[in-house]
């Protein structure tokens, strides 16, 4: 019947203790574990990503915000009031708007921000452009 007889059970030096019994869970434990860390990482990598975009966004709207800036020079506007139009248009605020030069070589520096929320964060981002004409500028 039993392959151990009661003389031999138990051994010295050996532990006697059911078998798997002590060790049930211990994998659904650890794969909850490493679901858990890949879904941290996982969201920490798609914040980075869309803070990563809206600086992108943000400096090519500064970029905007300059070009149409001269281009408003150009057609004998006002500088300024174009990139707040380029710039409102793109959802960034002109924090500084400066035009140097005269009508025929000039050039339009603009600084913009604006703000991201994702969840409960905020963070202010900022860019900042320079376009115009310049003639008989070195190459």
Known sequence: MNRLSAAS?????VVARPCG???RGSGTLLAS????????????????GVGAAEAQRVEGAADL???????AQLAG??????ARASAAANRVEITACEL??????FVVAVRVEATQTIGVWQRRWAGRANAGVLTGAPE
Request: charged letters at 15%.
């Open 9 to 13: 059970w138990p051994q010295p030096g």
């Open 21 to 23: 019994r002590g060790e």
């Open 33 to 48: 574990l490493v679901v858990a860390v890949a879904v941290g990482l996982t969201g920490a990598a798609v914040v980075f």
């Open 65 to 71: 915000a300059a070009i149409a800036g001269a281009g």
């Open 77 to 82: 506007g006002d500088a300024c009031a174009g």
């Open 100 to 105: 140097a030069g005269d009508e025929v070589e």
